[in-house]
């Protein structure tokens, strides 16, 4: 039997799983400002899987490395959210 496809699925599951509340609180507490966070999680990610040998470990690597990036993208949709009020938007930071 060959559990490669359930392990990288469950991964990739998880993994967007964990990056989609990582993205609402990090525009909670630090704004779109941290955005660069997760372009050098998502470089640091898509490199290391073009290094590693075991391909289920490098095909994770890669799903972290371009979950980060699109958790950029979300990061400044968050942004609008919370401007139309469907996130609550943290009083102890200061506005744009």
């Not at 660069?36 to 490395?65: D, E, H, K, P, R």
């Not at 401007?83 to 609550?88: I, L, N, Y």
Request: proline content about 3%; aromatic content about 16%.
């Amino acid at each position: 039997m060959n559990f490669s496809g359930l392990i990288i699925g469950l991964a990739t599951f998880l993994c967007i799983g964990i990056f989609h509340p990582l993205v609402i609180k990090a525009e909670y507490y630090f704004g779109v400002g941290c955005w660069w966070v997760f372009l050098l999680l998502g470089l640091a990610s898509c490199t290391a899987s073009l290094f590693i040998a075991n391909q289920i470990v490098s095909i994770m690597l890669g799903v972290l490395g371009f979950s980060s990036f699109w958790s950029i993208i979300e990061l400044f949709k968050q942004r609008r959210r919370v401007e139309k009020g469907w996130f609550p938007q943290n009083p102890n930071r200061k506005s744009r």
